[in-house]
C-alpha cells in the first residue's frame, strides 16, 4: 500500500497503513457487504465531501447499515485530507460482522491515496455487463456498494484487450458508464450523457459538469443511447473524482479526438474546484 498517505483511521482513531485492520468475521470481508465513497482532495480540502457523504448515506440506508453521525464522518475526512493535500481520499463502511444483522462492529475506514499521474486521455472497450440493472429498479439500484467484482473483472478484460478500461453495456445495448467513471459525448453540438434511469451510479463528477456546462449555455441530454450513437459522436468523455474530465480517444474500434467540448468542460470544471477549494 505504498500509495497511502500518512495513517489510516478505523472509527476515528490512526493506525499505520502496515497495521490498520478490520475483523476477517466482517461481512465486508466474507460477502464484500458495505458501501464506499472516493473523493478528492486539494491543497488538503476535500471536494464536494457534502455530496459524497449523501451518497454514502443513501447506500448505507438502502443496505441497513447504521452509520455514525456525520458530524464524525466529515471529521475524519477534514482530518485526513488536510494532512495529505492533493489525494484520493478512501471513505470505507463495513457490513459488521453479523450476517444477519448488518451494522454490529460495523468499521469506518479513511485513509488518502496518493493520485498519481492521471492519464491524458483513455481508451475503452465496449463490455457486456449483464449483471447491472440496465433500468430495472431493485434495493440496490446505485448504490456504491462494496461488491465491485464484476466492474473490476471488466476493466481486467479490457485491459487484457489492450484498452485502458471498460464502457459497460447493458441488457438490450444500451451505453451504461466505466467500472469506475461516467461517460458523455458530444453529437451535433450537444451533449449526452447516459440517463440515472438507467442504474448508473449518480455520479458527482457527472452532475458537477452538468452545472458547468449550463453556465457554459450548453445543452445536455440524458439518453438512453448505443454504441451505434456513440460512435457516430463528434467527441466522447471520461467523467469521474479521480479523472476528473478527460477525452476518451478510442472506443472499441473507433478512434475520436480530444475536443473543444471536452476541454472547455475540463477547464471550467478545474477552476470551479478551484473555486471551491481555495481557502
Ligand atoms: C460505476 C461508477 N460510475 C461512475 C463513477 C463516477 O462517480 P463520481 O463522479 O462520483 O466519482 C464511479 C466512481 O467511482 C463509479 O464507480
Known amino acids: 500500500m505504498s500509495s497511502v498517505l500518512g495513517d489510516v483511521l478505523v472509527d476515528g482513531v490512526a493506525h499505520d ?3 490498520a485492520a478490520v475483523s476477517v ?14 473523493l478528492r482532495s ?7 465531501l457534502g455530496d459524497h457523504l449523501e451518497r454514502l ?11 455514525p453521525r ?41 485513509f488518502a491515496e496518493d493520485p498519481g499521474p492521471v492519464p491524458d486521455a483513455y481508451r475503452v472497450q465496449p463490455i457486456a455487463a449483464p449483471w447491472h440493472s440496465t433500468g430495472e429498479r431493485y434495493r440496490l439500484t446505485g448504490v456504491k456498494a462494496l461488491s465491485y467484482a464484476p466492474n473490476l473483472a471488466a476493466t481486467l478484460e ?32 450537444t451533449i449526452e450523457t447516459p440517463s440515472l434511469d438507467l442504474g448508473i451510479l449518480a455520479s458527482i463528477t457527472r452532475s458537477v459538469v452538468m452545472e458547468v456546462a449550463a453556465t457554459q449555455g450548453r445543452v445536455v441530454a ?10 457516430e459522436a463528434d467527441e466522447v468523455f471520461v467523467m469521474s473524482t479521480v479523472r476528473e474530465v478527460a477525452p476518451i480517444v478510442a472506443v472499441g474500434a473507433h478512434s475520436f479526438d480530444p475536443g473543444p467540448v471536452t476541454a472547455a468542460l475540463a477547464a471550467a470544471f478545474g477552476a470551479l474546484v478551484e473555486a471551491e477549494t481555495a481557502r
Open 57 to 67: 448515506a443513501t447506500g448505507a440506508a438502502a443496505l441497513r447499515i447504521p452509520l
Open 70 to 110: 456525520r458530524e464524525d464522518l466529515e471529521g475524519w475526512v477534514l482530518r485526513v485530507a488536510a494532512g495529505a493535500g492533493d489525494a484520493v481520499i478512501r471513505l470505507i463502511v463495513t457490513g459488521g460482522v453479523d450476517l444477519r444483522s448488518p451494522g454490529v462492529d460495523s468499521r469506518v475506514v479513511v
Open 17 to 19: 497503513p502496515g497495521v
Open 222 to 231: 440524458e439518453v438512453a443511447a448505443g454504441l451505434d450513437r456513440v460512435a
Open 42 to 48: 486539494y491543497g488538503g480540502r476535500p471536494f464536494r
Open 25 to 38: 468475521l466482517d461481512i465486508a470481508v466474507q460477502r464484500g457487504y458495505g458501501c464506499f465513497e472516493a
Open 158 to 189: 479490457a485491459r487484457e484487450l489492450g484498452f485502458d478500461d471498460a464502457l459497460l453495456i447493458g441488457r438490450g445495448g444500451a451505453v451504461l458508464e466505466g467500472p469506475t467513471f461516467s461517460i458523455g459525448w458530444v453529437a451535433g453540438g
